[in-house]
Protein backbone atom coordinates (compact mmCIF):
# COMPACT_ATOMS: atom_id res chain seq x y z
CA UNK A 1 0.00 0.00 0.00
CA UNK A 2 1.81 3.39 -1.66
CA UNK A 3 1.73 6.18 1.08
CA UNK A 4 0.70 9.64 0.55
CA UNK A 5 2.13 11.24 -2.76
CA UNK A 6 2.71 14.53 -3.24
CA UNK A 7 3.67 16.19 -6.54
CA UNK A 8 6.16 18.45 -7.37
CA UNK A 9 7.99 17.65 -4.77
CA UNK A 10 9.95 21.19 -5.23
CA UNK A 11 8.20 23.84 -7.53
CA UNK A 12 9.79 27.48 -8.10
CA UNK A 13 7.80 30.12 -9.34
CA UNK A 14 8.04 34.03 -10.13
CA UNK A 15 5.58 36.25 -8.40
CA UNK A 16 2.46 36.48 -10.25
CA UNK A 17 2.31 33.15 -11.70
CA UNK A 18 -0.06 30.07 -10.45
CA UNK A 19 1.21 26.91 -8.38
CA UNK A 20 -0.46 23.81 -8.75
CA UNK A 21 0.30 21.38 -5.83
CA UNK A 22 -1.15 17.54 -6.04
CA UNK A 23 -2.08 14.62 -3.58
CA UNK A 24 -2.94 11.10 -3.86
CA UNK A 25 -3.97 9.98 -0.75
CA UNK A 26 -3.20 6.39 0.64
CA UNK A 27 -5.73 3.75 -1.37
CA UNK A 28 -9.21 3.78 0.64
CA UNK A 29 -8.45 7.14 2.51
CA UNK A 30 -11.18 9.24 1.82
CA UNK A 31 -10.43 12.35 3.72
CA UNK A 32 -7.65 14.68 3.19
CA UNK A 33 -6.23 17.91 4.45
CA UNK A 34 -3.75 20.57 3.49
CA UNK A 35 -1.26 21.88 5.79
CA UNK A 36 1.50 24.54 5.38
CA UNK A 37 4.55 24.87 7.60
CA UNK A 38 6.55 28.04 7.07
CA UNK A 39 10.39 28.02 7.69
CA UNK A 40 11.60 26.59 11.48
CA UNK A 41 7.34 26.66 11.94
CA UNK A 42 4.60 24.07 13.14
CA UNK A 43 2.13 22.91 10.42
CA UNK A 44 -1.11 25.48 9.97
CA UNK A 45 -4.63 23.52 8.98
CA UNK A 46 -5.21 25.02 5.92
CA UNK A 47 -8.74 22.99 4.68
CA UNK A 48 -9.97 19.46 5.06
CA UNK A 49 -11.74 17.62 1.94
CA UNK A 50 -13.52 14.82 1.59
CA UNK A 51 -14.40 13.13 -2.41
CA UNK A 52 -16.54 16.33 -4.22
CA UNK A 53 -16.62 18.30 -0.92
CA UNK A 54 -14.94 20.83 0.98
CA UNK A 55 -15.69 20.22 5.27
CA UNK A 56 -13.74 22.80 6.03
CA UNK A 57 -11.36 25.75 4.65
CA UNK A 58 -11.34 28.05 7.68
CA UNK A 59 -7.47 27.72 7.47
CA UNK A 60 -7.28 29.07 3.93
CA UNK A 61 -6.51 32.42 2.96
CA UNK A 62 -9.49 34.22 1.35
CA UNK A 63 -8.17 35.20 -1.60
CA UNK A 64 -5.78 33.00 -4.35
CA UNK A 65 -6.20 29.99 -2.76
CA UNK A 66 -8.56 27.27 -3.71
CA UNK A 67 -8.45 23.48 -3.08
CA UNK A 68 -10.65 20.60 -4.94
CA UNK A 69 -10.44 16.93 -4.51
CA UNK A 70 -12.72 15.65 -7.38
CA UNK A 71 -14.11 12.37 -7.76
CA UNK A 72 -11.34 10.89 -9.76
CA UNK A 73 -7.61 11.78 -9.37
CA UNK A 74 -5.67 13.76 -6.45
CA UNK A 75 -6.80 16.97 -4.55
CA UNK A 76 -5.48 20.01 -5.99
CA UNK A 77 -4.27 22.93 -3.72
CA UNK A 78 -3.99 26.25 -6.20
CA UNK A 79 -2.56 29.05 -5.17
CA UNK A 80 -2.68 31.81 -7.82
CA UNK A 81 -0.57 34.95 -8.66
CA UNK A 82 1.84 33.68 -5.97
CA UNK A 83 3.81 36.59 -3.47
CA UNK A 84 6.98 35.89 -1.72
CA UNK A 85 5.23 35.05 1.36
CA UNK A 86 3.58 31.87 -0.20
CA UNK A 87 6.94 30.46 -0.37
CA UNK A 88 6.63 27.35 2.55
CA UNK A 89 6.59 23.56 2.34
CA UNK A 90 3.10 22.28 1.80
CA UNK A 91 2.20 19.32 3.17
CA UNK A 92 -1.01 16.73 2.64
CA UNK A 93 -2.46 14.17 4.95
CA UNK A 94 -4.78 11.71 4.18
CA UNK A 95 -6.65 9.34 6.55
CA UNK A 96 -9.31 6.51 6.43
CA UNK A 97 -11.86 8.11 8.49
CA UNK A 98 -10.85 11.31 9.78
CA UNK A 99 -8.46 10.50 12.88
CA UNK A 100 -5.42 8.91 12.22
CA UNK A 101 -3.64 11.30 9.80
CA UNK A 102 -0.84 10.42 7.25
CA UNK A 103 1.54 12.91 5.51
CA UNK A 104 3.00 12.93 2.08
CA UNK A 105 6.22 14.14 1.35
CA UNK A 106 5.41 17.66 1.18
CA UNK A 107 5.93 20.47 -1.83
CA UNK A 108 8.59 23.10 -1.06
CA UNK A 109 6.99 25.99 -2.88
CA UNK A 110 9.77 28.23 -3.61
CA UNK A 111 8.61 32.21 -5.27
CA UNK A 112 10.81 34.14 -6.58
CA UNK B 1 -8.40 22.67 18.34
CA UNK B 2 -7.81 26.40 19.45
CA UNK B 3 -4.47 26.60 20.68
CA UNK B 4 -1.76 24.30 21.75
CA UNK B 5 1.03 25.19 23.67
CA UNK B 6 4.36 23.50 23.40
CA UNK B 7 7.28 22.89 25.90
CA UNK B 8 10.03 23.02 25.86
CA UNK B 9 11.09 24.63 22.55
CA UNK B 10 14.00 22.76 22.46
CA UNK B 11 15.76 19.84 24.87
CA UNK B 12 18.79 17.98 24.77
CA UNK B 13 19.45 14.48 26.60
CA UNK B 14 21.92 12.14 26.79
CA UNK B 15 21.99 8.68 25.19
CA UNK B 16 19.74 6.45 27.33
CA UNK B 17 17.96 9.37 29.23
CA UNK B 18 14.52 10.10 29.12
CA UNK B 19 12.93 12.99 27.53
CA UNK B 20 9.52 14.90 28.00
CA UNK B 21 7.84 17.08 25.85
CA UNK B 22 4.34 18.66 27.19
CA UNK B 23 1.46 20.34 25.52
CA UNK B 24 -1.48 22.57 26.93
CA UNK B 25 -4.50 22.96 25.37
CA UNK B 26 -7.84 24.89 25.28
CA UNK B 27 -10.93 23.52 23.45
CA UNK B 28 -12.92 21.65 25.92
CA UNK B 29 -14.87 19.53 23.02
CA UNK B 30 -11.33 17.98 21.82
CA UNK B 31 -10.86 14.18 22.12
CA UNK B 32 -8.01 12.95 19.88
CA UNK B 33 -4.39 14.09 20.57
CA UNK B 34 -1.75 12.63 18.42
CA UNK B 35 2.54 13.64 18.50
CA UNK B 36 4.39 13.48 15.48
CA UNK B 37 8.07 13.53 14.26
CA UNK B 38 9.73 15.16 11.74
CA UNK B 39 13.38 14.56 10.89
CA UNK B 40 14.67 17.34 8.74
CA UNK B 41 13.40 17.99 5.48
CA UNK B 42 10.95 15.27 5.70
CA UNK B 43 7.73 14.42 6.24
CA UNK B 44 5.45 14.82 10.29
CA UNK B 45 5.19 11.01 10.79
CA UNK B 46 2.22 9.91 13.34
CA UNK B 47 4.51 7.92 16.23
CA UNK B 48 1.73 7.83 18.77
CA UNK B 49 -1.75 9.20 19.54
CA UNK B 50 -4.54 9.10 22.49
CA UNK B 51 -7.60 9.11 22.86
CA UNK B 52 -9.91 11.55 25.52
CA UNK B 53 -11.46 7.94 26.68
CA UNK B 54 -8.30 6.96 28.22
CA UNK B 55 -5.56 8.01 30.24
CA UNK B 56 -2.06 6.57 29.55
CA UNK B 57 -0.87 4.95 26.18
CA UNK B 58 2.12 2.88 25.82
CA UNK B 59 4.13 1.54 22.37
CA UNK B 60 7.63 0.00 23.59
CA UNK B 61 9.55 3.44 24.65
CA UNK B 62 7.56 5.87 23.87
CA UNK B 63 4.45 6.85 25.92
CA UNK B 64 1.71 9.56 25.95
CA UNK B 65 -0.52 10.38 29.00
CA UNK B 66 -3.74 12.89 28.89
CA UNK B 67 -5.36 14.84 31.94
CA UNK B 68 -8.36 16.19 30.65
CA UNK B 69 -9.40 17.87 33.51
CA UNK B 70 -6.05 20.40 33.23
CA UNK B 71 -6.06 19.65 29.78
CA UNK B 72 -2.67 18.60 28.91
CA UNK B 73 -0.78 15.93 27.24
CA UNK B 74 3.13 14.72 27.14
CA UNK B 75 5.06 12.62 25.34
CA UNK B 76 7.37 10.49 27.33
CA UNK B 77 10.55 8.73 25.19
CA UNK B 78 12.53 6.34 27.13
CA UNK B 79 16.66 4.99 26.87
CA UNK B 80 16.86 7.47 24.03
CA UNK B 81 18.91 6.94 21.47
CA UNK B 82 20.99 9.39 18.32
CA UNK B 83 18.21 8.38 16.00
CA UNK B 84 15.35 9.62 17.91
CA UNK B 85 17.10 13.16 17.27
CA UNK B 86 14.02 15.24 15.36
CA UNK B 87 11.53 17.44 15.96
CA UNK B 88 8.20 16.53 17.82
CA UNK B 89 4.40 18.26 17.47
CA UNK B 90 1.96 17.56 19.46
CA UNK B 91 -1.16 18.34 17.83
CA UNK B 92 -5.12 18.68 18.96
CA UNK B 93 -7.40 17.56 17.18
CA UNK B 94 -10.49 19.31 18.24
CA UNK B 95 -13.84 17.98 17.36
CA UNK B 96 -13.77 17.18 14.11
CA UNK B 97 -9.94 15.87 13.40
CA UNK B 98 -8.89 19.21 11.87
CA UNK B 99 -5.32 19.14 13.86
CA UNK B 100 -4.03 22.18 15.91
CA UNK B 101 -0.59 21.93 16.50
CA UNK B 102 1.89 22.98 18.64
CA UNK B 103 5.36 24.68 17.67
CA UNK B 104 7.66 21.58 17.85
CA UNK B 105 10.23 20.61 20.33
CA UNK B 106 13.76 20.10 18.77
CA UNK B 107 15.12 16.82 20.64
CA UNK B 108 18.86 16.75 20.59
CA UNK B 109 19.93 12.89 21.84
CA UNK B 110 24.28 13.27 22.50
CA UNK B 111 25.46 9.82 22.04
Known amino acids: NAGVMQNPRHLVRRRGQEARLRCSPM?????VYWYRQLPEEGLKFMVYLQKENIIDESGMPKERFSAEFPKEGPSILRIQQVVRGDSAAYFC??????????FGPGTRLTVL | GENVEQHPSTLSVQEGDSAVIKCTYS??????FPWYKQELGKRPQLIID?????GEKKDQRIAVTLNKTAKHFSLHITETQPEDSAVYFCADGGSNYKLTFGKGTLLTVNP
Open chain 1, 27 to 31: KGHSH
Open chain 1, 93 to 102: ASSPRGEEQF
Open chain 2, 50 to 54: IRSNV
Open chain 2, 27 to 32: DSASNY
